[in-house]
T-cell receptor, first 114, second 114 residues
Framework: AQSVAQPEDQVNVAEGNPLTVKCTYS??????LFWYVQYPNRGLQFLLK??????LVKGSYGFEAEFNKSQTSFHLKKPSALVSDSALYFC????????????FGTGTLLAVQP | NAGVTQTPKFRVLKTGQSMTLLCAQD?????MYWYRQDPGMGLRLIHY???????AKGEVPDGYNVSRLKKQNFLLGLESAAPSQTSVYFC?????????????FGPGTRLTVL
């Protein structure tokens, strides 16, 4: 069965410092991986995706993610965190049995302190 | 464009009451989804639709019904609400093909069942 794991419930980082939000996956076949962000009292927004090609994927708001096949990871990164980046981040993988469906992780709350 | 809208934003029900949540999208998307979000559990798919007149069960369909009579609308019904259905409900829509997993989410409906 496919799944994604986000091992950290919360990540705290100071403004201006680099941030990493971790995600590992378990899929059969090639993974299609995604990051979504949820700001308070809002729906989720698509950030970026990995389908194939370059292992470093760039997305919205200066975020990027690194696909690592040997470690089955897809960590979200940003070189310099902003207070406005504080939100709930979800990693997701496409369901190989039904390609229009996503399987979401449990989410990681990112708190950026001024 | 309004994107994905949900009605109502908040609702309180008593156990055994029924209600319908309405989702509307103006992006001419084929696919639509209903999720519930609970603390520590991420997003779980309730039902989804791959086109007008079609629906399918997701991960947690029990206690819910859906209908997609028009392409732009996707209704989620609770026939006899239970406290376990207290949650935040999100509707989403997407295009087809590789864009199927870039889902657009509504703002959510916060439902409390007493």
């Amino acid at each position: 069965a496919q799944s994604v794991a986000q091992p950290e419930d919360q990540v705290n980082v100071a403004e201006g410092n680099p941030l990493t939000v971790k995600c590992t996956y378990s899929v059969s076949g090639n993974p299609y991986l995604f990051w979504y962000v949820q700001y308070p009292n809002r729906g989720l927004q698509f950030l970026l995706k990995y389908i194939t090609g370059d292992n470093l994927v760039k997305g919205s708001y200066g975020f990027e993610a690194e696909f690592n096949k040997s470690q089955t990871s897809f960590h979200l990164k940003k070189p310099s965190a902003l207070v406005s980046d504080s939100a709930l981040y979800f990693c997701a993988v496409r369901d190989s049995g039904a390609t229009n469906k996503l399987i979401f992780g449990t989410g990681t709350l990112l708190a950026v302190q001024p | 464009n309004a994107g994905v809208t949900q009605t109502p934003k908040f609702r309180v029900l008593k156990t055994g009451q029924s209600m319908t949540l309405l989702c509307a999208q103006d992006m001419n998307h084929e696919y639509m989804y209903w999720y519930r979000q609970d603390p520590g559990m991420g997003l779980r798919l309730i039902h989804y639709s791959v086109g007008e007149g079609t629906t399918a069960k997701g991960e947690v369909p029990d206690g819910y019904n859906v209908s997609r009579l028009k392409k732009q609308n996707f209704l989620l019904g609770l026939e006899s609400a239970a406290p376990s259905q207290t949650s935040v409900y999100f509707c989403a829509s997407s295009s087809t093909g590789l864009a199927a997993n870039e889902q657009f989410f509504g703002p959510g409906t916060r439902l409390t069942v007493l």
